[in-house]
């Protein structure tokens, strides 16, 4: 049987606006291995059409193309792949060499794209290297060797898995006459070890080579001459095992990627570095978020005890008990209008037995201490001499206050108070300690005064908390005060103490599923981080948009090397890549694009950060900017996400190039 058998073959091109043109008009022969066929003709014959069929570059023909019997008409794209694998391979007039690739390269690009293990690539390549004289050069790229060597590559190229066929077009059109020799003699031992071998020539002299000669005139064979019988000395078929069904890995597709980008080095950093200043916006803004969370949440906890859980009565349950609802009474409508009134100046409603009971009863609950508090806006003061001063909060001292905070003197015992330190300061300009003042506080409907000793300043100039006025004495204090006025203090704000500071989350959790309000502290705290969130949300997504313009110059920059890389697709179809493989690489350039630019980002960030640091723990003994590592990783997946999501029009626009075209491309 031939190998190859054309039957009626005719081929039409579309030409816009106008009949089909018919380049090919019922052509029928067959060739045989160990052939070396020329196919002569004038320009414009059909030559290169029909080496383009035969080849399964072209698969668009009427009539039958038999390839050991099985016609190319009905292939798919996976018949066709492992058709350019197994069965033919190219030499052209023009080399086409990839010109990023040393010569190793390019000689195992088929294997590579049929992941070949790379042993064995290796192995292959160099042998069929050496059998074309080229052991010394396999490291050299294809503009470092002369054009005989080209040629000899490319016929390396076409031979090294072994095929059936060789389709070379003109392969010495472009070789001075001695070369052209030498390259003759390889492509006839070809012939003789048992391959089929269809070349385009335009010379007599190269034609007198041949053991057969094929004119085409005008789409049609007109002449078809055997000068011998079918070269065939001995049929040397490969031990190798063929090729095989796999296709392009991962790996390898990263590994040309990074050889191109090699090649334009200076273009892809630029693109890189263009497209790291979004992820570095976006980090730095993340990180900024973070940084003043931080800072805000540290400072609000350095007043408060770990161990303290501060609770409230509900802000809707106001004179009511938490958990029950049923408390419409006309007594309980009254206690609210008063506590009403009273919440002009203070706030929460206070805690009835039951409730202190079941907090208590908590687990991990070590022990309950009461307390009161009272906000107001000018009502309780503080006086000393002819000095007075406004207070704004008003609490009995507790576990919750942390000592470290205090910045003079003494914890108030009885018969003491404590004020901050800008009551203390409005007072007096020398220091407050030891000296009695008088406090003035609405209680209830009345308004009393007392006086304390000062027994300590609580906060100092530098913290957050300072500017706050406050005055502390305590609870029983408060309470022996309370009866003195024919009143009952009842706590309205209670502090529970935990085994160990772990304790803390969880019993703040159970206070809060139970209903009760944590410290308005917490509560300003959350709101604060809340709005924070938000923020840095909306200032990471603002920073975002430039992401946007680098999307959009990364696709512009893949489609500028699609093009360029026109001929090298058609090359690496001819070899056998799917459209997929085709796409891999692409996208696989486009990783790295994102990967890159997302290293250089973060190390932007990092960079940039440390500057920002550096001034803000000047001004604000803060570090404002905190990477996490939650961003890094964020940052990293953008940009390799947005990378690749650009790649997606160019690496699909590479994958459906039309391989003679492409190869037609100059
Ligand atoms: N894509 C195409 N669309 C329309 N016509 C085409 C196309 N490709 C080739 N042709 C026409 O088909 C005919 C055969 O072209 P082909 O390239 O096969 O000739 P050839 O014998 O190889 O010529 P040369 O020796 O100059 O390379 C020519 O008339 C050409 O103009």
Same mark, same amino acid.
């Given at each position: 049987m031939s190998v190859l058998t054309l039957k009626h073959v005719n081929k039409y091109y579309k030409v816009a606006g106008n009949q089909p043109f018919q380049a090919l008009k019922d052509v029928t022969v067959s060739f045989d291995k160990g052939e070396l066929v020329a196919i002569i003709g004038e320009s414009g014959s059909g030559k290169s059409t029909l080496m383009n069929l035969i080849g399964g570059l072209d698969s668009d023909f009427d009539g039958e193309i038999l390839f050991n019997g099985q016609n190319l008409g009905t292939f798919k794209e996976a018949d066709f792949v492992k058709y350019h694998k197994e069965n033919v391979g190219f030499v052209f007039q023009s080399f086409n060499l990839i010109s990023h690739l040393n010569l190793l390269d390019n000689v195992t690009m088929a294997m590579t794209l049929a992941n070949t293990s790379k042993e064995e690539r290796i192995k292959r390549a160099k042998e069929v290297l050496s059998d074309m004289g080229l052991s010394d050069h396999i490291y050299k790229k294809p503009d470092q060797i002369s054009g005989g060597q080209k040629q000899r590559v490319a016929i390396a190229r076409a031979l090294v898995n072994d095929p059936d066929i060789i389709i070379a077009d003109e392969p010495t059109g472009a070789l001075d006459a001695e070369t052209t020799e030498q390259v003759l003699e390889i492509i006839t031992d070809i012939a003789k070890r048992g391959k089929l071998v269809v070349m385009v020539t335009h010379s007599a002299q190269v034609a007198g080579h041949c053991s057969r000669i094929v004119s085409i005139d005008n789409g049609s064979i007109v002449d078809d001459k055997r000068n011998s019988e079918p070269l065939i000395h001995e049929e040397v078929k490969s031990s190798q095992p063929a090729v095989g069904n796999k296709n392009l890995s991962f790996f390898s597709a990263i590994r040309l990627a990074l050889l191109n980008m090699k090649e334009k080095l200076s273009r892809n950093l630029l693109v890189a570095v263009g497209s790291s200043i979004g992820i570095m916006s976006v980090i730095l803004m993340l990180a900024l978020g973070n940084g003043v969370k931080t800072y $805000? @949440?540290?400072?609000?906890?350095?007043?408060?005890?770990?161990?303290?859980?501060?609770?409230?009565?509900?802000? !809707? #349950?106001?004179?009511? %008990?938490?958990?029950?609802?049923?408390?419409?009474? /006309?007594?309980?409508?009254?206690?609210?209008?008063?506590? %009403?009134?009273?919440?002009?100046?203070?706030?929460?409603?206070?805690?009835?037995?039951?409730?202190? !009971?079941?907090?208590?009863?908590?687990?991990?609950?070590?022990?309950?201490?009461?307390?009161?508090?009272? /906000?107001?806006?000018?009502?309780?003061?503080?006086?000393?001499?002819? @000095?007075?001063?406004?207070?704004?909060?008003?609490?009995?001292?507790?576990?919750?206050?942390?000592?470290? @905070?205090?910045?003079?003197?003494?914890?108030?015992?009885?018969?003491?108070? =404590?004020?901050?330190?800008?009551?203390?300061?409005?007072?007096?300009?020398?220091?407050?300690?030891?000296?009695?003042?008088?406090? #003035?506080?609405?209680?209830?409907?009345?308004?009393?005064?007392?006086?304390?000793?000062?027994?300590?300043?609580?906060?100092?100039?530098?913290?957050?908390?300072?500017? =706050?006025?406050?005055?502390?004495?305590?609870?029983?204090?408060?309470?022996?005060?309370?009866?003195?006025?024919?009143?009952?203090?009842?706590?309205?704000?209670?502090?529970?103490?935990?085994?160990?500071?772990?304790?803390?989350?969880?019993?703040?959790?159970?206070?809060?599923?139970?209903?009760?309000?944590?410290?308005?502290? %917490?509560?300003? #705290?959350?709101?604060?981080?809340?709005?924070? !969130?938000?923020? &840095?949300?909306? /200032?990471?997504?603002?920073?975002?948009?430039?992401?946007?313009?680098?999307?959009?110059?990364?696709?512009?920059?893949?489609? $500028?090397?699609?093009?360029?890389? &026109?001929? %090298?697709?058609?090359?690496?179809?001819?070899?056998?890549?799917?459209?997929? !493989?085709?796409?891999?690489?692409?996208?696989?350039?486009?990783?790295?694009?994102? /990967?890159?630019?997302?290293?250089?980002? $973060?190390?932007?960030?990092?960079?940039?950060?440390?500057?920002?640091?550096?001034?803000?723990?000047?001004?604000?003994?803060?570090?404002?900017?905190?990477?996490?590592?939650?961003?890094?990783?964020?940052?990293?997946?953008?940009?390799?996400?947005?990378?690749?999501?650009?790649?997606?029009?160019?690496?699909?626009?590479?994958?459906?190039?039309?391989?003679?075209?492409?190869?037609?491309?100059?």
């Open positions: $805000i @949440n540290d400072t609000m906890n350095s007043f408060v005890n770990p161990l303290v859980t501060e609770v409230r009565m509900p802000a !809707d #349950t106001q004179g009511e %008990e938490a958990g029950s609802d049923d408390q419409t009474s /006309l007594e309980a409508m009254q206690r609210q209008q008063q506590m %009403e009134m009273q919440s002009m100046l203070t706030a929460d409603a206070p805690f009835q037995t039951e409730n202190l !009971d079941e907090l208590a009863a908590l687990p991990n609950v070590k022990s309950l201490e009461k307390g009161y508090s009272l /906000l107001s806006f000018g009502a309780n003061r503080v006086a000393y001499d002819e @000095n007075e001063s406004m207070i704004l909060t008003f609490a009995t001292v507790s576990s919750n206050l942390n000592e470290s @905070n205090l910045t003079a003197g003494n914890w108030p015992e009885a018969g003491q108070i =404590m004020l901050s330190q800008s009551v203390a300061d409005e007072l007096a300009e020398d220091s407050m300690i030891g000296r009695t003042v008088t406090l #003035t506080l609405t209680l209830g409907e009345q308004v009393v005064s007392r006086e304390f000793d000062v027994s300590g300043i609580f906060g100092s100039d530098s913290d957050a908390m300072s500017g =706050m006025s406050a005055a502390y004495v305590t609870f029983e204090d408060l309470n022996d005060w309370y009866q003195a006025e024919n009143m009952t203090l009842e706590p309205n704000v209670v502090f529970l103490l935990a085994e160990t500071a772990d304790d803390t989350e969880s019993i703040k959790n159970k206070v809060k599923d139970m209903g009760y309000q944590g410290s308005a502290q %917490e509560a300003m #705290t959350n709101m604060f981080n809340e709005m924070l !969130d938000v923020l &840095t949300y909306v /200032l990471a997504a603002v920073a975002g948009i430039s992401l946007v313009v680098s999307a959009i110059m990364i696709l512009v920059v893949l489609n $500028i090397s699609v093009v360029e890389r &026109t001929k %090298e697709i058609g090359i690496l179809k001819a070899l056998g890549a799917r459209k997929k !493989d085709i796409r891999r690489i692409f996208v696989s350039e486009a990783f790295l694009i994102g /990967l890159f630019s997302g290293v250089i980002g $973060i190390a932007f960030a990092f960079g940039l950060g440390y500057g920002i640091n550096q001034f803000s723990l000047n001004v604000f003994d803060v570090p404002i900017i905190q990477i996490a590592n939650e961003n890094i990783v964020m940052g990293l997946a953008i940009s390799v996400v947005i990378s690749m999501l650009a790649s997606f029009l160019p690496s699909q626009r590479a994958a459906g190039l039309d391989p003679v075209e492409s190869l037609r491309r100059e």
